[in-house]
């Protein structure tokens, strides 16, 4: 139709309800069930319909009902409520300023509902639950990432069982997002300039409660439309389109947030994806702040965080320098470091003409706040990047851990949080992991903590049949499979629940290896058990869209098909109703590739009990009171044996003690030693395994540290920072004249008892620099079969004197404290810890050279 322009009309809000407004523009509501329950009653269909959106939802409703909602006394009350806690938790100022002004966090998504599709699964949801802690803790944190034009691919099936993907818009419109304006009121727009001309940016602003996210928005009418690609999809395009994307984070983010008035003192590196950001921090220090380079690399080091968040080689990001040298020499001008630089710094020490740059290499030798996700996996990073500080022994590789944990208020079901907030006291929200709070557990009786759990499975069966009935509908199935569509799953069976990527090394298909025994586990109508699947496979995975099809074939048998299904299109969504429904969590990683996992944590806290390998996070939170071990948590070389041998072993778990256990109700309908358990695991979440604990975690060892020395080297025109140049400098012009001699004990020890000292000496010479720029250690400790020191013990020894220029003597005691073979050797390594971080490192060992 010619001339025809385009319009929406959304209702007038009556001013009683016009707080619903301000909730719908910050996604506190996301984690505040009372918040969400006040649209929902306005019309529970509309809601649904609407994908739980309060803008799409807020927009369509009939004004007649708003207006009627303005004089309802439950409604205003219920308001109210809401409110009162929307204001206190947002929009009051915080008691004490912090001294940190800013701590900015960068991540290529965020999953903080499914209504915000900016999210593809565990690192983005992580994130959200990030900056939710944050929120809730007043941490002052900004984040970075970018505004997707299309969110991740919804998943479903065809009548083959064969993966689909479909690719659903993000209307702005219904995105509680809003443009930014700089300080003289101009939009903010962001120009990177790539190899075929300069690509445009604008930003947006999302409120997650008290913390404020920046999305860079590539889809502009001025960008030709391969840039428009660059934010289209998460994950989708080509290495270019991805390189374009990361450039875009981490460049364009740093300086969208320059733009917006931030000077953030500490920046955080969510996986590699975000590492450019150093460029842009580099830059702005140099440029801006006029430091000399090497002294804003010092400050940019010594004040960046970095999490690596995956050992699976493929999932730590490269990029050919054929592909990435162009764009970095078209950066050049702007961020003042020459391509030859960058990449560098982005491989492998020594390498003289580096094929590819790695983002965690780069992620790591930019940051001296490293760490790894899991107490396991930051050991696994350890030895994995090793090679990047080749005289370090690996234990005392720079990258520690800190596990991951959940956004208890987003995970749990309202059924649950009405027991916390009754026998836990409110204080569970804000310090869930506060002994008074973990002590009252126990208060929760039996029998209500029961009926919750099977309220909320319930919830979990009707959802399921809903979306089995959906599923089935746009397969155009019979009439007969519809029926049996609408009545699958039993409301009392024994559920256990399955849902995650499904990538190879998850083992998705572990329960189908015996399938006569799976079967008969199933067909058991005495004791019923139900599983329930879901999970998307990456659209270029053929391999995990094989194990979908495998599961969904194996379930159409109809012996078993009311007790065995697949739920498509796992989301934020799907994910709350199995995590908070099921009796059991299971998971089935290949150890040690999953590096934390978080979903467990989740079904531990509403009560679910955990059943998984002994792989990431379940190597610390397994006890035999709160869940079961599959296997014994060790790794093999023959992966079918592997399989073989931990299939058995989850079989004779199910068989023997799970089922037994879930069905023993000496107590009537009561399972009481299941329960018994369930509070074991909410205990064991809500203790060590939230994001309060992770957060508080960050904040003590990475964020406020990193705050300090910020201060302290750019303060007085960036003193502190030009000292460690001088002194870097120094190291690297004469730390090759330093040499350590073998030490030697004070006295024969070839006999010694529990309780003797004896002194080491050794002669040390410092060829240049002073014993004031040099810490030399005694390096102790037991020793195994092929003369490994296992376990180290560090300490400096004492100056005992020069003996000649350059030459001095040092001497330490050392006291047997326990029995064992031991050894011994010392080393010079620069005074003061943090120079143990760099890359490869200054560190000379006893004998060397
Ligand atoms: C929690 C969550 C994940 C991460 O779970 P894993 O334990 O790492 O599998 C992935 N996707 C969604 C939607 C989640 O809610």
């Known amino acids: 139709m010619n001339g025809l322009q385009l319009f929406n009309v959304a209702p007038a809000v009556p001013e009683p309800v016009r707080f619903l407004e301000t909730l719908t523009r910050n996604l506190w509501w996301s984690w505040h069930p009372d918040a969400q329950e006040l649209f929902r009653r306005i019309d529970p269909h509309l809601w649904r319909q609407t994908g739980h959106n309060p803008l799409a939802f807020l927009s369509g409703v009939d004004q007649r009902r708003l207006e009627k909602l303005a004089d309802d006394e439950g409604f205003l009350e219920h308001q109210r409520q809401v409110r009162e806690r929307f204001e206190l938790e947002v929009e009051s100022v915080p008691a004490e300023e912090e001294s940190c002004r800013s701590v900015a966090y960068f991540s290529l998504e965020y999953g903080i509902h499914e209504s915000m599709k900016i999210y593809s699964g565990g690192l983005g949801v992580l994130a959200g639950d990030h900056l939710k802690a944050a929120s809730d803790m007043r941490l002052p944190m900004v984040a970075v990432g970018l505004l997707y034009r299309q969110g991740y691919f919804e998943q479903y099936l065809n009548s083959e069982a064969w993966q689909q993907e479909h690719y659903p818009e993000n209307e702005v419109q219904h995105l509680p997002v809003q443009k930014v304006f700089d300080e003289s009121g101009h939009q903010i727009e962001i120009e990177l300039p790539l190899p075929d001309g300069m690509l445009r940016a604008v930003v947006w602003r999302l409120e997650v409660g008290r913390i404020p996210v920046y999305l860079l928005d590539a889809n502009l009418p001025g960008n030709p439309p391969p840039y428009r690609e660059v934010t289209a999809q998460l994950y989708g395009g080509g290495r270019e389109t991805r390189l374009r994307q990361e450039l875009l984070l981490g460049i364009g983010g740093y300086r969208a947030l320059l ?37 804003a690399i010092e400050v940019v080091s010594r ?18 320098v054929d592909l990435l040298r162009p764009h970095l020499e078209a950066l050049e001008e702007q961020i003042g470091i020459p391509a030859d630089e960058v990449i560098a710094w982005g491989s492998p020490p020594h390498q003289p003409e580096p094929a590819e740059l790695s983002m965690t290499i780069l992620g790591l030798r930019m940051s001296h706040f490293n760490n790894g996700v899991s107490e396991l996996h930051g050991s696994v990073a350890r030895r994995m990047w090793s090679f990047l500080w080749p005289k370090l022994q690996e234990d005392e590789v720079p990258i520690t851990h800190v596990t991951n944990g959940v956004h208890i208020q987003s995970w749990l079901a309202p059924e649950m949080a009405q027991l916390f907030d009754r026998y836990l006291g409110p204080q569970w929200r804000w ?23 099977e309220v909320i499975r319930s919830r979990l069966i009707r959802t399921a049949r809903e979306r089995m009935t959906q599923q089935y509908q746009r397969r155009n199935a019979t009439r007969a499979e519809l029926a049996q569509a609408r009545s699958v799953l039993d409301h009392d069976a024994l559920t256990i629940g399955f849902a995650r990527r499904f990538a190879t090394y998850k083992r998705a298909t572990l329960l189908l290896r015996d399938p006569d025994r799976l079967l008969r586990l199933l067909g058991n109508d005495e004791r019923p058990v139900q599983l329930v699947f879901a999970g998307k496979a990456h659209p270029a995975d053929e391999g995990g869209k094989r194990l979908i099809r495998e599961l969904v074939d194996f379930a159409r048998r109809a012996e ?32 040690p590739l999953e590096a934390s996992g978080t979903s467990g944590m989740k079904a531990a806290v509403n009560g679910g009990l955990n059943v998984s390998t002994l792989d990431g996070w379940w190597c610390e939170g397994y006890a035999r009171e709160n869940g079961w071990a599959i296997g014994r ?43 018994k358990m369930m509070k074991a695991s909410i205990h ?46 120094r190291f690297e012009a004469h730390w090759h004249e330093v040499s350590v001699e073998d030490p030697v004990a004070d006295r024969n020890i070839v006999s010694v008892h529990v309780g003797d000292s004896f002194a080491v000496s050794t002669r040390v010479n410092l060829g240049s620099l002073d014993p004031e720029d040099v810490d030399i250690q005694l390096y102790f400790g037991p020793v195994d079969s092929h ?36 050894g011994f050797t010392a080393r010079a390594v620069p005074k003061g810890d943090e120079w143990r971080k760099i890359m490869p490192g200054f560190i000379t060992w006893a004998g060397e050279g």
């Open 633 to 675: 948590g060790v790794e093999y070389e023959d992966l079918d044996y592997q399989d073989s041998v931990e299939s058995q072993a989850l079989y004779n778990l199910l068989e023997d003690e799970i089922i037994p256990a879930f069905y023993d109700r000496p107590l009537g309908d009561l399972p009481g030693n299941w329960v």
């Open 560 to 591: 078993i098909r009311m007790r065995m299904i697949f739920l498509e299109d796992y989301d934020m969504y799907v994910a709350r109703r199995l995590v908070q429904g099921v009796d059991v969590w299971l998971n089935t990683p290949r150890r």
């Open 787 to 822: 003369n490994r020191m296992t376990r180290s013990e560090v300490r400096s020894m004492e100056l005992e004197g020069g003996e000649r220029e350059n030459a001095h003597r040092y001497r330490q005691e050392v006291t047997c404290r326990t029995t064992g073979r031991f």
């Open 303 to 320: 004040t960046n965080v970095f999490t690596t968040h995956t050992p699976v080689p493929a999932g730590n990001e490269v990029f050919r």
């Open 259 to 295: 733009a917006a008035g931030y000077r953030p003192h500490v920046c955080h590196i969510n996986e590699g994806h975000a590492a450019f950001l150093s460029l842009a921090r580099l830059a702005h220090l140099t440029r801006e702040e006029h430091l000399e380079r090497e002294a």
């Open 431 to 453: 310090h869930p992991g506060d002994p008074e709070v973990l002590a009252h557990i126990e208060y929760i009786p039996d029998d209500e903590l029961w009926r919750a759990h």
């Open 684 to 729: 064991m979440v809500l203790g060590r395994f939230t994001s309060h604990r992770m957060l508080a975690e960050y904040q003590d060892r990475f964020y406020r540290p990193g705050c300090r020395d910020f201060e302290r080297l750019t303060e007085e025109g960036a003193r502190g920072a030009r000292t460690l140049v001088e002194q870097r400098r």
